[in-house]
């Protein structure tokens, strides 16, 4: 399996952006997510989508971020609106074939640390 993202950059603080990650060899049946990391801060899981299309977002970026996929492109999205300088982190994609989308329901988006394979990560900087 491999993850490649793109798509960082530099914004002002309520812009938005949104992130890719291409996958290759991960099959049909799947569950994709990002994790961003800050300086000093712990990893943190934010949102997930399975290959059934069902998500999962951490509280404070819901309503403000939106995970999609285009599995003809095999590309894992994410649309962040209103973006603050709280958001400023590395994120990373995460990918998984072990785990369902109900499993990450189920126990909550911090599951995400544990999946098997991830990216390079792209760097997210918002600035006030």
């Known amino acids: 399996v491999q993850l490649v993202e793109s798509g960082g950059d530099s914004v002002q603080s309520g812009g938005s952006l949104r992130i890719s990650c291409v996958a290759s060899?991960?099959?049909?049946?799947?569950?994709m997510g990002w994790v961003r990391q800050a300086p000093g801060k712990r990893r943190e899981g934010i949102a997930a989508?399975?290959?059934?299309?069902?998500?999962k977002y951490k509280d404070s970026v819901k309503g403000r971020f939106t995970i999609s996929q285009d599995k003809a492109k095999n590309t894992l999205y994410l649309q962040m609106n209103s973006l603050s300088p709280e958001d400023t982190a590395m994120y990373f994609c995460?990918?998984?074939?072990?785990?369902?989308?109900?499993?990450?329901?189920?126990?909550?988006?911090?599951?995400?640390?544990?999946?098997?394979?991830w990216g390079q990560g792209t760097q997210v900087t918002v600035s006030s």
């Open positions: 995460a990918a998984d074939t072990r785990f369902k989308i109900r499993t990450v329901q189920a126990l909550g988006i911090g599951l995400l640390s544990d999946f098997a394979h």
């Open positions: 060899g991960l099959g049909s049946e799947y569950t």
């Open positions: 989508i399975g290959s059934d299309g069902g998500t």
